[in-house]
């Protein structure tokens, strides 16, 4: 009997995250996964339920899904369901990690990791609130900077350290990143912060570097170490700690050949570009999905550009 795989994708109800869907449907039968026959079952994931619920019917009336005949209601081997998932909420977090846990106790296979969010301005309120959902978690203007400093790994690194241990043996882990955290091309780092990132050993390495930005803004002494851009150094906290948990993933799962990389996806002509790019939604999806569901090698800990592996 066929086998069904399992993929979940975060902030999918628009943009990048929903194209990802459709192109995991569309590329799933010629993806290396499914020359046994095995299906694949995809949780499209937003904070909105409404939302969601209107993204998953978008796409099951889709005319490229229809056409190419994927979906399970038109006898292919995809399908495609929505779950409630808010990456800034750690009560979400968990529920859906349990709710997962028990429909797929044998475990799931493919995680991207695509919500974020991104602000216009600079101050210390952009910057908490861009890292906080980011990076750790943290949304909610009311949190002070000491509890900013707490190292809870809530959002985007709770959705990591908590799906991760999920995957089966050759799953793939997947984070959806920026060009604007490519530590070779943004000179405002200094040196001293630039070699940080590039010998973390540990997650709390990079997060010791995302709590000293935000303490450094806070005081109006960043300009000296860092640029003045909160969502550039989100990313680039997202890569470094992409790149270290693949790592300890590595080290510590020896056989499992559990794949995590981290990538960009190009400049989207989405809401979060204010409609200023130049790949389509469905063009930029094609790095994240090659990295889920294609032949990459073997390749882990790597940061991704237009289907290649680049520097950091």
Same mark, same amino acid.
């Given at each position: 009997m066929a086998s069904t795989r399992t993929a979940i994708v975060t902030g999918a109800n628009k943009g990048i995250g929903l194209a990802i869907v459709r192109q995991l449907a569309l590329q799933w039968p010629t993806s290396p996964? *499914? *020359?046994? #026959? !095995? $299906? &694949?079952?995809?949780? %499209?994931?937003?904070?909105?339920?409404?939302? #969601?619920?209107? *993204? &998953? /019917?978008?796409? /099951?009336?889709?005319?490229? %899904? &229809?056409?190419? +005949?994927?979906?399970?209601? /038109?006898?292919?081997? !995809?399908?495609? +369901?929505?779950?409630?998932?808010?990456? !800034?909420?750690?009560?979400?977090? +968990?529920? @859906?990690?349990?709710d997962i846990k028990t429909k797929h106790p044998d475990g799931i296979d493919y995680v991207i990791s695509n919500a974020g969010i991104a602000l216009?301005? @600079?101050?210390?309120?952009?910057? +908490?609130?861009? %890292?906080?959902?980011?990076?750790? #978690?943290?949304?909610?203007? $009311?949190?002070?900077?000491?509890? &900013?400093? *707490?190292?809870?790994?809530? $959002?985007? %690194? /709770?959705?990591?350290? $908590? =799906? =991760?241990? =999920? =995957?089966?043996?050759? #799953?793939? @882990?997947?984070?959806?990143?920026?060009?604007s955290g490519h530590l070779v091309s943004q000179p405002k780092y200094s040196s001293a912060i630039r070699s940080r990132f590039l010998s973390a050993k540990t997650p709390s390495d990079i997060t010791s570097l995302m709590n000293d930005f935000t303490s450094a803004v806070s005081s109006g002494t960043h300009s000296s170490d860092w640029p003045s851009a909160a969502y550039a150094v989100s990313k680039c906290g997202l890569i470094g700690v992409t790149k270290v948990i693949a790592k300890q993933q590595q080290e510590r799962e020896e056989g499992k050949d559990v794949l995590v990389n981290v990538c960009c996806p190009g400049y989207v002509k989405t809401d979060m570009t204010r409609g200023g790019g130049h790949k389509t939604p469905d063009e930029g999806a094609q790095t994240p999905v090659m990295l889920a569901i294609g032949d990459i090698g073997g390749r882990s800990g790597g940061f991704w550009q237009h289907e290649k592996e680049i520097e950091w």
């Open positions: 996964f *499914a *020359a046994s #026959g !095995s $299906s &694949l079952e995809i949780y %499209l994931t937003a904070r909105n339920a409404t939302r #969601g619920a209107e *993204a &998953l /019917q978008t796409l /099951q009336s889709d005319p490229q %899904l &229809l056409d190419a +005949k994927t979906l399970r209601a /038109q006898g292919g081997r !995809s399908e495609i +369901k929505y779950a409630t998932l808010d990456i !800034s909420d750690d009560a979400s977090i +968990k529920s @859906f990690v349990e216009t301005g @600079f101050d210390e309120k952009v910057v +908490k609130e861009t %890292l906080g959902c980011n990076y750790f #978690g943290y949304v909610h203007h $009311s949190l002070t900077r000491t509890a &900013l400093q *707490a190292n809870t790994p809530t $959002s985007t %690194l /709770q959705v990591m350290t $908590s =799906l =991760l241990p =999920l =995957l089966r043996p050759h #799953g793939r @882990f997947v984070n959806v990143a920026s060009m």
